[in-house]
C-alpha cells in the first residue's frame, strides 16, 4: 500500500494531520496498512459507517450465537452515532454472555403485540382481527424498534400522528381509535413488564386524547314520543308498515325486536319456537375482512338470549311462516341446486344472504317508508330509548338487547347519576315522613 494511502481515514477518507496522534492502526501482521480516526469505527469493531439520505449512520451486526447452538446468530442495528453503535455491541456481547441467547434484546413491538395477541386464545374470529386493525398503525410507526428501546415519546408521536391528519382506509382516525391503538399496545407491553423484558410500561405514560363516543340521546335513532304506557315511535311504526311487504319481513320484526343484524344472519330455523314465539340467539354471523362468511359464538354472553318476539311484535309468528312457506316454493323452483343452508334469511336460492345486503335493503326500505335514513344498528337505539320512555328499568332493558347493565347505562343514560340520585333520595325522604 502506498505510504500516501496511509495519510487519510479507509472509512471516512479525513486526511489525517500531524494533531490527530490518537488515530487507530490498521495491520496486517506486523505492517501497517493505514489508520483509522477517531470519529470511525476501529478495524477490530463489527460496525461500518455508512452514508444515508438523512445522514451518517453506523451499522452494528454482532455475533449473537446461544451457548452450544450450532446455528450461527446475528442482530443487527443502524443507529445515528458511533457511542450509541458501540452501546449496543457492549450491551449485546453482555447479554450474550449472561444469558446465553437474546430473545429478550430481538423482541420488536410488532413482535410484542402478535405474541400479545396469540395468548388471547378465547378470542372469536372478529375480534382478533379487529384487535390487530387496531394496532396497525403502532406497527407502522415503530414495529421494528426492540420493545426495550421504545419510549414514551415514541407512543406520544404515534398519537399526534394519528389525530394530525393519520388515516386508516382513506378515513381520519377517530379518538376512539387512537386510544385502542395505545391500549393494544398497553397491553403487549404489560406482558413485556411481567416476563421482565422491560421494567416499565410507557405506554401508560402517554395521556390520551378524551373518549369522545357519542352517547345518550345524541346517538342516531329515531325519535319516541310520550312517557309511560302512551310512549310510542311513529317512524318505527311506519317502517313496520312497509317491511311487513317485503319478502323477509319475518326477519324485520326480529331486527325491530332489538336484534343486531349478526344475531338476525346467524339464526337458524333450528333457532326458532314458532309455537311459543320466541327465538333464541346462539350464535352470530359476520363477514371478515369484507369477504369471509363467519358463523361462531356471539360477541359476549348477554347476547345468548331468548326473545320473545310474538309478545313484542304481534303477527310476527305469521310473517315468519310465510317466510318459511317461500323458501319451501324457492327449493322447489330451484331443485338440485337448492342449498340447505337452515338460515332463516337466505335468497332464493338457500344461501345465506349476506350481512351487508341486509343493510343495503333495510336503508332501502327506509327511503321507501319516508323515514330518516339511520343504521341498521340505530334500530336497537331506538328501542332502548323507547325501552326508558316505557318506564322499563335499565336492568330488564339490557336483558332484552343483550347488553350489561354497566354498559347499557353508560351509552344510553350516561347523564342517570344525578337524576337518580334525586330520585333515591326523594323515595327515601318519602319513607321517612310517612313513618
Known sequence: MPDDAKKNCPSCGEPRGNRRQNWEPIYS?????????????????????????RGIRFVAVVDATPRGSTRRKQVKRTVETLDGARRFVSEVRAEVAERGGLSARELTVERALE???????????????????????????????PVRE???????????????GGKRDG???????IRAAVGRLAQALDRAVRDGIVTQNVARLVELPSDERVRGEALEHWETEGHGSGAFCRDLDRFRKFADEHRDAGAWRLTLCGMTRADAMGLRWSDINLDEGEATVRQGRVILDGKDDYTGDTKSGQR?????????????VALLKRMRAQQAGDKLRAGSAWIDSGYVVVNEAGD??????????????CRKAKVPVIHLHSVRHTLAFTLHRLGVTPGDAAALL??????????????????????????LGGRRAAA
Not at 394496532?135 to 410507526?141: H, I, L
Not at 345468548?304 to 310476527?316: D, H, L, N, Q, S
Not at 345465506?352 to 326500505?365: H, V
Request: net charge neutral.
Open 29 to 53: 501482521g506486523d505492517e501497517v496498512l493505514g489508520y483509522t480516526c477517531p470519529a470511525c469505527p476501529t478495524w477490530s469493531e463489527p460496525i461500518r459507517r455508512t452514508e444515508t439520505a
Open 115 to 145: 405474541d400479545w395477541l396469540n395468548t388471547r386464545t378465547k378470542l372469536r374470529p372478529p375480534t382478533r382481527r379487529n384487535y390487530a386493525a387496531q394496532y396497525k398503525p403502532a406497527v407502522e410507526e415503530f414495529g421494528d424498534k
Open 150 to 164: 421504545l419510549k414514551a415519546s415514541h407512543v406520544e408521536a404515534l398519537v399526534a400522528s394519528m389525530m394530525e
Open 171 to 177: 378515513e381520519a382516525f377517530g379518538i376512539w381509535a
Open 304 to 316: 345468548k338470549r331468548t326473545v320473545p318476539f310474538e309478545t313484542i311484535e304481534p303477527g310476527t
Open 352 to 365: 345465506p344472504l349476506r350481512p351487508e345486503l341486509y343493510s343495503d335493503r333495510f336503508r332501502s326500505l
Open 402 to 427: 343483550g347488553h350489561t347493565v354497566q354498559v347499557h347505562l353508560s351509552t344510553y343514560l350516561p347523564e342517570s347519576g344525578a337524576s337518580g340520585i334525586r330520585a333515591a333520595a326523594a323515595a
